[in-house]
């Protein structure tokens, strides 16, 4: 099975010009077939604010009422997905910007309510990614970047958070190639104290991780990127990484003992 490497960049980095810069110009230098997922919370939030509309979070994800979704379409499908592909290009990346509904990548379900309402934020069900188009665009040598907005198939844009888009892709992609799978943002792995950056958990398993939540230390944002990338080693993905996207290229290079690695049950 010919390798893919199936990356996501988080919105603090992607907030952040120079850390973004120079996470694109390593992006380019990683070999072979590969998929860029991004995500970009921390701008939305931002835009959004000076729009007069307030952000509104429960379990990190989003609350995407009407005109949310309107910030969210323009800055994770306009703005920052053309900013991405057009460095990518610069880069000498033969980059396409997508959402998951351009080409039907990514079909999704509005979440029903239940105890909190979370608007127009996008369900992925379990092998709804059809991998064909995304391949047939690796293999025509255009390299994909994803942003997180999906659609419902009747019409309707929805927002599903990035780290569940990255896992879902990958899982599909798992049926063609070798996937590895690398969660890069702005802290060296998972922590056993967010606060100290030195303190890097190197390998995390599924009993291990239920631990951790259980005493607090994984929490926020954290949850979906941990919950999803587990799924996402349970459905076919070879290998799961979480790192700063600064030690990318060390990461592909087989650099241990510097991020976090998951380990299947
Ligand atoms: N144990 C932990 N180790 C590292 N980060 C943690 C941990 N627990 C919670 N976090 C928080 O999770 C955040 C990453 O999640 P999130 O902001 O959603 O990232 P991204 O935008 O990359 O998806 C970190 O910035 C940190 O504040
Ligand atoms: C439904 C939902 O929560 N969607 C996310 C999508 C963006 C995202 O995941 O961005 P980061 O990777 O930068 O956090 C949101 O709007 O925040």
């Known amino acids: 099975m010919q390798a893919l490497t199936l990356i996501k960049i988080g919105g603090n980095v992607i907030d952040d010009p120079e850390a973004l810069a120079a996470f694109l110009q390593s992006y380019a230098r990683v070999p072979g077939l590969k998929v860029l997922v991004h995500g970009g919370g921390k701008i939305a939030s931002t835009i959004g604010i000076k729009l007069g509309i307030a952000p509104k979070m429960a379990q990190g994800r989003r609350i995407t009422d009407e005109e949310t979704l309107d910030v969210v379409t323009m800055v994770y499908a306009g703005l920052v997905n053309k900013r991405i592909v057009s460095k990518l290009q610069a880069e000498g990346v033969n980059a396409l910007g997508l959402t998951g509904a351009d080409g039907n990548i990514i079909p999704a379900a509005k979440r029903p309510v239940k105890t909190i309402d979370y608007g127009f934020a996008g369900d ?33 844009l929805l927002n599903t958070n990035a780290d569940t888009i990255a896992a879902a892709v990958a899982e599909s992609l798992s049926s063609r190639y070798a996937v590895t799978l690398v969660y890069c943002f702005e802290k060296k792995g998972v922590l056993k104290d967010p606060e100290d950056e030195e303190s890097v958990i190197f390998a995390i398993n599924p009993e291990s991780y239920a631990e951790l939540k259980e005493k607090g230390i994984v929490s926020k944002g954290m ?5 999803n990338a587990f799924a996402a080693l349970k459905g076919g993905v070879k290998q799961v990484h979480i790192c700063r996207a600064a030690d990318l290229e060390k990461i592909m290079e087989g650099e241990a003992y510097i991020s976090t690695r998951l380990e299947p049950a």
């Open 124 to 156: 992925i069900e379990a092998g709804q990614i059809g991998s064909g188009p995304l391949s047939a665009l690796l293999e025509n040598g255009l390299f994909p970047v994803i942003a997180p907005i999906t659609h419902d198939g009747k019409g309707q």
């Open 223 to 227: 949850i979906p990127k941990l919950d």
